[in-house]
Structures are given as C-alpha cells and as structure tokens.
C-alpha cells in the first residue's frame, strides 16, 4: 500500500484505527439488549476501556520507544478487534467489562502513536496535518458508525459485524506497515523515565479545554443510539444517524481547519468551536424532534472537532519535556473522559433521564471557554 504524500499514510493509520474501534458503538444498543441490562449497568460495564486506557497509557512512551510506530500498529489493531469480538460473546456485564479492559490497552498506545506520528511528520514536512489527520479519524467513524446501523437494521449480529472488521483492518494495516517509514523524532535534549506520565500546569490547562469536547464526544457516540430510541422510538438506522452526523461533520470541520487555523490562529478557531457546541448540546437537551436531535449532533461534531487535535498539537510543540510525555500526558486525562463519560452519563441517565445527561455538557463547556488561552506555546 503506497501513498502519493507522506501524510496520507498519516491519514490512513488514523481512519483504520478510527474503524476498528467505531464498529463497537454504533452496536451498544443491541449489546444491551444481548446482556439484558439497564442503564447503570451497562455505564459501568463500560468502565473497562478507560481503565485499559490508563494502564497502557502509564508505559506507552516506553513502548513506543521500544517497538516504534509500525510494530505498535500491528499489534494494536488486532489486540482492539479481537477484545471487541469477545465483547459480543459477552452475556455478562463482567465478562464484557474484561473483554473491553483489554481494547482499552490497546487504544492507549494507538493513541498516542498516532498522534505523536502526525507531530513528527508535521514537524518534518513543516505542513499542518494535524487536524486533518484527525479529520479522517472521524472519517473512520462515520464509515463504521453508517456500516453498524446498516447491519444493526438487517439484524446481522454484532459478533459477526466485529469479526469482519477484525480481519479487514488487520489485514489493512499489515500491508500498511509493511511499506510505511515512520518519521523522525524531534529533537528533545530533555528525557523523563517516570512511568507515571503527570500533567504539568500548562497540560492541565489544556486538559481542562478538552474537557468538554471529549465528554461530548463520547457521550454522543455512546449514548445518542440509546437516547434516539428512547426518546423518539426511532428504527436502527435512525438511531445509527445520529453517530453518522457527528462523525460527518467533524471529518468536514477536521478536513479544512488547518488552513483556517493557519490563516486566523487557533484561539479564534476555538472560540467559534466552543460556540458552535454550546449551541449543539442545548438543542439536543431540550429537542422535540427527530429533526432537531439529529442537527444538534451535528452541531456537537463540528464544535467538538479542531479542540482536541489543536490541544494534542499544542502538547507536543511544549518544550518542558519530550512530545511523547506531553502528548501522553494529556492523552491519559483528557482521554479519561472520553471513556469516563459512558459509565457516568449511564448513572445519570436511569437516574435522571437521558436528557440530562447531555445538560450536563453546558457548564462543561462553559469551562472549556476559560481555557482556551492554554493553546498558546510559549517556548522554554
């Protein structure tokens, strides 16, 4: 598999990571139904992946330096399809908690090899190709995410829709690695051995930044199935929408940001962004329609789509440490959320409604506002 461009091949490794690990949501609500659980339930059930996440996240820039980019690939993308292929086994919570545990190892050390990949040939090539690196991440997404509610309409079973993917990807991603150069690593005198990886107070401040959008994120991609067919009593397909429209809207937003954020800066792009999202959570909070639903997620993509990128962007270009501690670093908080937010918006959820467990966004990312000057780099 050869790419025209260098960057392409960074645009695929996120769009087949990015499918590998969407195939699962689109699919929630049928495993649901499978285990015969409700909402609290399975919110904890979901607890697995984050802390899979924060395990591998403890050593992912000793694996990392160990292994390198092309290896990590290889057996990442594997390791995540076949934990999602035996959480469809699962008519437990426990066993599918386990099964989710070791996707969630996985998905640590992908992350932070693909975005410390597009750092080092951004920095190389001297193009910005991070946000659009991560538009194909929605990309992938939005492929899987219309792929599952097309077979969760014709029944097809989620064991057989992960095993398909499983072979695909792993098949795609062997051909991939066997061509691919990684990039060179940036230049960074300064080295770190803690297998702890701290945030410093400039990644706090941009880990309190992505708060909001990685909670967002994932409880649209989490929990927008279940709320379309609680709320409206909507068909598969329908439900499966709601996830289409996200991921569409931030590979559409992801895609060309780079050059908007070239030409007006990223903090008038985050302003907007934030904007955009405040506007996206309050419609689907309060929606009374379908149509309504459908275009405050899209609203939740496209807001939700350059503020983690350009936070991953400006984690790396910090010279207190190597990029690979820093990316981690923030990878391990903010990520957290994104994985937290299932278990604790499903307490929410049977509790309260699951109406408001998307309110909760808005003073979420009300906080994101006041954050928004931590992407500036000062350089040390």
């Known amino acids: 598999m050869k790419f025209s461009l260098p960057q392409h091949s960074i645009y695929f490794s996120f769009f087949i990571y990015s499918f590998s690990l969407g195939v699962f949501f689109p699919r929630i609500a049928d495993l649901q139904q499978q285990m015969n659980i409700g909402e609290a339930t399975l919110g904890m059930a979901l607890l697995g992946p984050p802390i899979g996440v924060q395990i591998s996240l403890l050593f992912a820039d000793l694996i990392l330096e160990k292994i390198g980019f092309r290896k990590t690939m290889c057996f990442g993308i594997p390791i995540l399809g076949f934990a999602l292929v035996f959480s469809a086994l699962s008519y437990s919570p426990i066993f599918f908690f386990i099964s989710l545990m070791f996707g969630g190892f996985a998905i640590g050390i992908l992350e ?55 072979v695909i990807c792993s098949i795609f991603t062997f051909v991939f690695c066997a061509r691919y150069q990684p990039a060179s690593k940036r230049e960074n005198p300064i080295k770190n051995n803690s297998v702890f990886v701290y945030p410093t107070k400039s990644i706090m401040g941009l880990v309190l930044l992505t708060l909001s959008p990685m909670l967002l994120e994932s409880a649209s991609i989490d929990w927008s199935v279940i709320y379309m067919r609680d709320i409206f009593l909507t068909p598969p397909v329908i439900n499966g929408l709601s996830i289409v429209v996200l991921a569409i809207a931030q590979f559409i937003v992801r895609f060309y ?24 959570v309050f419609a689907v909070t309060l929606s009374s ?13 496209g807001g939700s789509a350059v503020l983690f990128p350009l936070a991953m962007s400006a984690a790396a270009q910090k010279t ?42 808005l003073p979420m990312v009300i906080l994101s506002w006041f954050f928004i000057n931590s992407l500036k780099i000062r350089k040390l």
Do not use: C
């Open 289 to 301: 329609s379908v149509i309504i639903s459908l275009i405050g997620f899209t609203l939740i993509g």
């Open 320 to 361: 207190d440490r190597p990029a690979a501690i820093n990316i981690a670093s923030l990878a391990q908080i903010s990520f957290l959320m994104f994985l937290l937010a299932p278990p604790i918006l499903g307490l929410v959820a049977e509790n309260f409604g699951i109406r408001v467990s998307f309110g909760i966004g």
């Open 257 to 280: 940001a780079d050059f908007y954020v070239e030409r007006f800066g990223p903090l008038k792009i985050s302003h907007i962004s934030i904007y955009i999202m405040f506007i996206g």
């Open 112 to 166: 932070v090899a693909v975005n410390l990949e597009a750092d080092r040939l951004e920095n190389k090539i001297d193009t910005k190709i991070m946000n659009r690196s991560h538009s194909f991440w929605s990309l992938g997404f939005f492929a899987s995410g219309i792929t599952g509610a097309l077979l969760s309409q014709m029944q097809i079973s989620p064991f057989i829709n992960f095993s398909l993917s499983l």
